[in-house]
C-alpha cells in the first residue's frame, strides 16, 4: 500500500524495543543517547523566546528563500564566527533535515547517488531513501584522528551527483581540515559534483587548535553549507535552519533560483521564527555557552572515570556533543548494549548504528546532567570491561 522508499520503523530496533518494554514495567532508563538540549535541564533564559509573540508575527508576507531581516542575522551570526558571507547567499528552511531534502531534489534525479561518509549520522539513509536517491559510503578512518580515505572516494560511480560531508562529524567529533577540504574541492570540481557540508555541530569546537569551520563556501566549487538553531542556539523547538550557497559563478546563482522555486513550493519557514532571529542568534550565547559547559565537564568526567577501566579507550573528542569508546569485543555491539540496557538499565547506542568499519564501539551523548552522566558511565564501563563469562559466573 505505501512506498517502499519508506525506511523501517524505529520500533523494529531491538534496543528501541527493550527499552519500551522496561519502561513500560515502570523502570526508569539512564539515556546516555539523549541529544535533546531541551531535555537535560540546561536553564534556558527566561524570555528567550519571548520575541516569537511579537508584533512582526502578525502579518504574513512569505519569501521563499527567507526573510531579509532573518537572513540578514544569519550572515551577522557567521561574521561573529569570522566568515563573511553575503545576505542573498542564505536560503532558510525548517531545519537541516528539511535543506537536505531541498538539496537532493536540486541536485539529483531518481537513481542518482551523493556520497556519505562513514562513520555518521544514520538519518542520512533515510533522508536521501525519501528522494529516491542513492547513498554510498566514503569511509573515514582513524589513525589517532579520523580523516577522509580518498580511495574510497574516487572509486564513486557515475550516477553520483554530490559529496557530503560533516565537519564536526557526529559521533567521531572530527573537524574536516583544510588540506582535506581542498583536496576534495579538487575532485568534485574535476568530477562535476557539488559539496554539501554539514557544520551544524561548528560552534561546538573542543580539543581542537583553530578548528576549521566554513571549511568549503570559499572553495571554486558549488557547495551548500548547512547549519541551523537546533545545535547552534540548541533551539531544535523552534525550527529554523540555513544554507550558505557558495562556489564560482554562474553555478551559484542558478542553484539559488532553483532552490527559490523548491522552498516556494512549500514556503515551510515560520514568520514568527523569522523575525525574531536577530534577536535569537545575538543572544544565541546565552544557551550555547552552558552547553559547551556541559560537554566540557563531561568530557573531563568521563576521561577521569576511565582511567580505572584501561580496557576501554575514549576517542579524542574535536568537536560535537558526542563521545565515543572504544570496548573490549567480548561480545557484538548488539548483545552489549541490549545486556546493559536490561541489567544496568543504561542505554548507549552501539557503533554499528553509524556504521563504524568494525566492532566494538559504543557512542554516548555528552549532555546529560552531570550526576546521571557520571553515574551510567561509571557503569557502562565497568560492563564494557567484564567479559560475558564473568558476568553469568556472577548470576550464578
Ligand atoms: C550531523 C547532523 N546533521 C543534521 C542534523 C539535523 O539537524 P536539524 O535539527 O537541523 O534537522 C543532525 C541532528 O542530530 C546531525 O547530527
Redesign the pocket.
Request: proline share 4%; no cysteine; glycine share 8%.
Given at each position: 500500500m505505501f512506498s517502499n522508499r519508506l525506511p523501517p520503523h524505529a520500533e523494529i530496533n531491538p534496543l528501541t524495543r527493550a527499552r519500551s518494554a522496561l519502561e513500560t514495567a515502570g523502570v526508569a532508563i539512564a539515556d546516555l543517547t539523549e541529544?535533546n538540549p531541551t531535555a537535560v535541564g540546561i536553564t534556558y533564559p527566561d524570555d528567550l523566546l519571548g520575541m516569537l509573540g511579537a508584533d512582526h508575527a502578525r502579518r504574513y508576507a512569505p519569501q521563499p528563500l527567507g526573510l531579509d531581516v532573518a537572513r540578514a542575522a544569519v550572515a551577522s551570526d557567521y561574521a561573529r564566527r569570522g566568515a563573511h558571507v553575503d545576505p542573498q547567499q542564505i536560503v532558510l528552511s525548517a531545519?537541516?533535515?528539511?535543506?537536505?531534502s531541498w538539496l537532493f531534489k536540486l541536485l539529483c534525479d531518481p537513481g542518482d547517488a551523493v556520497l556519505v561518509p562513514q562513520p555518521?549520522?544514520p538519518?542520512f539513509e533515510h533522508l536521501t531513501r525519501l528522494e529516491s536517491v542513492e547513498s554510498i559510503p566514503y569511509h573515514l578512518v582513524y589513525h589517532g584522528r579520523w580523516e577522509i580515505d580518498f580511495l574510497s572516494l574516487t572509486a564513486a560511480p557515475a550516477n553520483v551527483r554530490a559529496a557530503l560531508l560533516?565537519s564536526p562529524?557526529?559521533p567521531t567529533g572530527s573537524f574536516v581540515t583544510k588540506e582535506e577540504a581542498d583536496r576534495l574541492a579538487e575532485i568534485c570540481r574535476a568530477r562535476g559534483w557539488a559539496i554539501v557540508a554539514?557544520e551544524?555541530?561548528a560552534d561546538y569546537a573542543i580539543d581542537v587548535k583553530n578548528p576549521r569551520t566554513e571549511c568549503v563556501m570559499g572553495l571554486d566549487v558549488l557547495s551548500f553549507t548547512?547549519g541551523?538553531?537546533?545545535?547552534s542556539l540548541g533551539l531544535?523547538q523552534i525550527k529554523l535552519?540555513w544554507m550558505v550557497v557558495g562556489g564560482p559563478e554562474p553555478e551559484r546563482s542558478r542553484a539559488l533560483a532553483a532552490l527559490e522555486v523548491i522552498a516556494d513550493t512549500f514556503l515551510s519557514v515560520g514568520t514568527p521564527v523569522q523575525g525574531a532571529a536577530p534577536s535569537l542568534l545575538a543572544r544565541g550565547g546565552s544557551v550555547r555557552d552552558p552547553i559547551r559547559h556541559r560537554i566540557a565537564g563531561n568530557l573531563a568526567r568521563a576521561r577521569s572515570l576511565s582511567a580505572g577501566y584501561p580496557a576501554c579507550t575514549l576517542l579524542p573528542v574535536e568537536g560535537g556533543w558526542s563521545l565515543v569508546v572504544r570496548v573490549p569485543a567480548y561480545r557484538s555491539e548488539e548483545a552489549l548494549t541490549l545486556e546493559l540496557l536490561e541489567r544496568e538499565h543504561v542505554l548507549v547506542h552501539p557503533g554499528y548504528f553509524f556504521d563504524f568499519p568494525h566492532e566494538a564501539y559504543i557512542v554516548v551523548s555528552l549532555l546529560p546532567p552531570p550526576d546521571q552522566f557520571v553515574d551510567a558511565f561509571a557503569r557502562t564501563l565497568r560492563f564494557a570491561s567484564t567479559p560475558s563469562s564473568s558476568l553469568s559466573e556472577h548470576k550464578r
Open positions: 541529544s531545519s537541516s533535515s528539511e535543506a537536505y555518521s549520522y538519518l560533516v562529524n557526529n554539514d551544524v555541530f548547512l541551523g538553531a537546533s545545535k531544535p535552519g
